[in-house]
């Protein structure tokens, strides 16, 4: 049960695993979820659990509060990790949950770290299980459960969205491993509460980025004469190495993002807009990949408006491509505060839509006659290309159809 998750001040045991609370009164954040008298915290305290979802970014707490569970429940606690398990340990899983039921009437909970890196049938595993309450399931991921959890497993469970926690609440946090016996509460460490505050706002909403950088930044600090520990901002600074960026080229924060350029492009904010292609290059996406959108865009959103746009856009994904990285960055730049200063019109957009839509839902009408070109003595006995008139000889505009007569005075534009 909670064995499997006890505290340990083992040397080699990360501060954010040492510090992880074994009550409510430890658990910072997250209060619309697990705050008293919520839906969550009543079923926890109760030991009702159901299966259920955490769903939120890196150190916001999901696995805290798993550990909890397992602190505080009566049931047969389990521990997986869908990076190192296998389908053979599902089953295995499953198996033992059956026979704790079926001998000794216990049930099992069963909490699964990183559920969205399991594949389709270590998820179908779970279904007849969780379906009988033969186990309930917790799982924890950083991604779109929508995208990453089979439907059927997904109506399964109850989805609690996690936000990043606030500076404020890893700030308290970091205080609480510089007093705490389980952190540094035995050594002696100077360091400022600007200093903390900063560390807490640069975390981006991550606890373990936190206390991470916090380790490392006193384990690598020699003591003074005085044997005290002195932390400053620029120590901070190297602990962090903030390179690790909050975005995933192949998850939900790619297209967060990259919607974001794309909107604030539409607002003509240059400013923001900068702001996201920055996130993105920064991060490791491909300048080709955000120069391809700034192409679309450039049609889509501005088109009749400025001509001019697609030509910069066009020309900046060709910079990109014999450039790369660094060196494409102002590029980029370029391009985007050019389409966003620039006039915007749908124009072609719509019209195109409209054109989509009589294609998709009206027959295939035939080319008028008079449009088509009489390649063969036959084709012109039928009729292919007579009376076409053809436009550069006429001084006057020209009365004729172009589109097929079923179409005559559709407009698109």
């Given at each position: 049960?909670?064995?499997?998750?006890?505290?340990?001040?083992?040397?080699?045991?990360?501060?954010?695993?040492?510090?992880?609370?074994?009550?409510?009164?430890?658990?910072?954040?997250?209060?619309?979820?697990?705050?008293?008298?919520?839906?969550?915290?009543?079923?926890?305290?109760?030991?009702?659990?159901?299966?259920?979802?955490?769903?939120?970014?890196?150190?916001?707490?999901?696995?805290?509060?798993?550990?909890?569970?397992?602190?505080?429940?009566?049931?047969?606690?389990?521990?997986?990790?869908?990076?190192?398990?296998?389908?053979?340990?599902?089953?295995?899983?499953?198996?033992?949950?059956?026979?704790?039921?079926?001998?000794?009437?216990?049930?099992?909970?069963?909490?699964?770290?990183?559920?969205?890196?399991?594949?389709?049938?270590?998820?179908?595993?779970?279904?007849?299980?969780?379906?009988?309450?033969?186990?309930?399931?917790?799982?924890?991921?950083?991604?779109?459960?929508?995208?990453?959890?089979?439907?059927?497993?997904?109506?399964?469970?109850?989805?609690?969205?996690?936000?990043?926690?606030?500076?404020?609440?890893?700030?308290?946090?970091?205080?609480?491993?510089?007093?705490?016996?389980?952190?540094?509460?035995?050594?002696?460490?100077?360091?400022?509460?600007?200093?903390?505050?900063?560390?807490a706002g640069m975390s981006s909403g991550d606890a373990r980025t936190a206390l991470n950088s916090l380790e490392l930044a006193i384990g690598a600090t020699k003591p003074d004469k005085n044997g005290?520990?002195?932390?400053?901002?620029?120590?901070?600074?190297?602990?962090?190495?903030?390179?690790?960026?909050?975005?995933?080229?192949?998850?939900?924060?790619?297209?967060?993002?990259?919607?974001?350029?794309?909107?604030?492009?539409?607002?003509?904010?240059?400013?923001?807009?900068?702001?996201?292609?920055?996130?993105?290059?920064?991060?490791?996406?491909?300048?080709?990949?955000?120069?391809?959108?700034?192409?679309?865009?450039?049609?889509?959103?501005?088109?009749?408006?400025?001509?001019?746009?697609?030509?910069?856009?066009?020309?900046?994904?060709?910079?990109?491509?014999?450039?790369?990285?660094?060196?494409?960055?102002?590029?980029?730049?370029?391009?985007?505060?050019?389409?966003?200063?620039?006039?915007?019109?749908?124009?072609?957009?719509?019209?195109?839509?409209?054109?989509?839509?009589?294609?998709?839902?009206?027959?295939?009408?035939?080319?008028?006659?008079?449009?088509?070109?009489?390649?063969?003595?036959?084709?012109?006995?039928?009729?292919?290309?007579?009376?076409?008139?053809?436009?550069?000889?006429?001084?006057?505009?020209?009365?004729?159809?172009?589109?097929?007569?079923?179409?005559?005075?559709?407009?698109?534009?």
């Amino acid at each position: 049960m909670a064995d499997l998750f006890q505290q340990n001040q083992k040397k080699g045991v990360p501060l954010a695993d040492r510090l992880r609370p074994e009550d409510f009164s430890g658990f910072l954040g997250q209060a619309e979820v697990i705050g008293p008298g919520t839906l969550l915290r009543t079923a926890i305290e109760s030991d009702n659990i159901p299966s259920m979802i955490f769903w939120g970014p890196p150190g916001c707490g999901k696995t805290t509060l798993a550990r909890l569970i397992a602190n505080l429940t009566k049931a047969n606690f389990i521990n997986l990790s869908a990076v190192t398990s296998s389908l053979k340990e599902v089953r295995e899983v499953i198996a033992g949950a059956k026979k704790q039921q079926e001998f000794y009437g216990k049930k099992t909970i069963l909490f699964i770290d990183e559920i969205h890196r399991f594949n389709k049938a270590q998820q179908d595993a779970f279904l007849p299980v969780v379906e009988d309450g033969t186990i309930v399931l917790i799982g924890a991921t950083t991604e779109n459960p929508s995208f990453e959890i089979i439907s059927p497993l997904l109506s399964r469970a109850k989805v609690f969205v996690f936000k990043a926690l606030t500076a404020e609440d890893i700030a308290k946090i970091l205080r609480t491993a510089l007093k705490s016996d389980k952190g540094y509460g035995r050594l002696k460490i100077k360091i400022s509460r600007e200093v903390i505050d900063y560390l807490a706002g640069m975390s981006s909403g991550d606890a373990r980025t936190a206390l991470n950088s916090l380790e490392l930044a006193i384990g690598a600090t020699k003591p003074d004469k005085n044997g005290i520990i002195i932390i400053n901002q620029g120590i901070v600074k190297q602990s962090l190495q903030k390179s690790h960026l909050l975005y995933d080229k192949a998850g939900e924060e790619h297209y967060n993002i990259i919607s974001a350029l794309h909107k604030s492009l539409r607002g003509s904010d240059a400013d923001a807009a900068l702001y996201w292609l920055g996130r993105m290059l920064e991060a490791g996406e491909d300048p080709l990949y955000i120069a391809r959108r700034l192409v679309r865009f450039a049609a889509e959103d501005i088109g009749l408006a400025g001509s001019a746009a697609l030509l910069q856009a066009v020309a900046a994904y060709q910079a990109c491509h014999f450039m790369g990285m660094p060196e494409c960055n102002v590029i980029l730049a370029q391009a985007v505060v050019f389409l966003a200063k620039s006039k915007k019109s749908n124009q072609l957009y719509a019209a195109y839509q409209k054109v989509q839509a009589d294609i998709k839902n009206l027959p295939a009408y035939g080319v008028p006659l008079h449009l088509r070109n009489a390649e063969t003595k036959l084709m012109k006995n039928l009729g292919y290309g007579k009376n076409y008139k053809y436009n550069p000889n006429y001084s006057e505009p020209v009365e004729q159809d172009y589109l097929p007569a079923e179409l005559k005075g559709r407009k698109y534009l």
